[in-house]
Every structure is written in structure tokens, then in C-alpha cells.
């Protein structure tokens, strides 16, 4: 079965930092890339990180540039996102994202379920 599970969502202070995983199965994760995106309570979704199916490239939102670090092991099927200086605009539901662009063009997309992360003192 093709899966993306998130975990890690947690409740931390403001300032606090926390370590969420998407763990990849029944697909060819290497192939992918992947990015963490987020919904904030009554709000659409945000784009956060990015990073290549080969590991290099790592791209991040304004908003979280300098305090969040994208990560994957192609080796574990493993998408990480280490955050660091949390704030209430981070509270969110945390989405693992994947994308590849087959040989033919076709845009194949998957979804986690997402894994939630409260800011509050």
C-alpha cells in the first residue's frame, strides 16, 4: 500500500523546538521529491520546505527560513523537518508531500495524513 505517515506533532512552548518525520512505503521514495506543507486553523495551505528526490536543493518559506531544516534518508524512506524558535503562526497541521514527474509527464502526487503542532505557553 502506497503511504505517507507523519509523526512527532506535538505540544510545545513558545521559542520550543520539535522534530517531525513522514515515513515513506510502497513507492519508490528516491524518485520523489518532497515537502512539508501546513494549514493553520481557519487558513489554506502553506507551502513550508522543499527538498529534492536526491537530497540536495532545499528550499524554505520566508516564514520559517533560518529556523526550520528539511532532511530525508533515502535509505529509511524518511522525510524529517527539525524546527527550531517556534511561534503561535506555527501551529498548524504538518503535511508530508510527494511529487514526481514520470517519464511520460504525468504528475503523480501523494498525501499524509499530517501530524498536528500546537504552540502554546
Known amino acids: 500500500e502506497v503511504q505517507l505517515v507523519e509523526s512527532g506533532g506535538d505540544l510545545v512552548h513558545p521559542g520550543g523546538s520539535l522534530r517531525i518525520s513522514c515515513t515513506a512505503s510502497?513507492?519508490?521514495?528516491?524518485?520523489?521529491?518532497m515537502s512539508w506543507v501546513r494549514r493553520a486553523p481557519g487558513k489554506g495551505l502553506e507551502w513550508v520546505a522543499g527538498?529534492?528526490?536526491?537530497?540536495?536543493?532545499?528550499s524554505y518559506a520566508d516564514a520559517v527560513k533560518g529556523r526550520f531544516t528539511i532532511s530525508r534518508d533515502n535509505a529509511q524512506d524518511t522525510l524529517r523537518l527539525e524546527m527550531n524558535g517556534l511561534n503561535a503562526k506555527d501551529a498548524a497541521v504538518y503535511y508530508c508531500?510527494?511529487?514526481?514527474?514520470?517519464?511520460?509527464?504525468?504528475?503523480?502526487?501523494?498525501w499524509g495524513q499530517g501530524t498536528q503542532v500546537t504552540v502554546s505557553s
Open positions: 508531500h510527494a511529487i514526481h514527474i514520470t517519464r511520460w509527464g504525468r504528475r503523480v502526487e501523494l
Open positions: 510502497g513507492f519508490m521514495f528516491s524518485n520523489y521529491a
Open positions: 527538498i529534492r528526490a536526491g537530497g540536495g536543493g532545499a
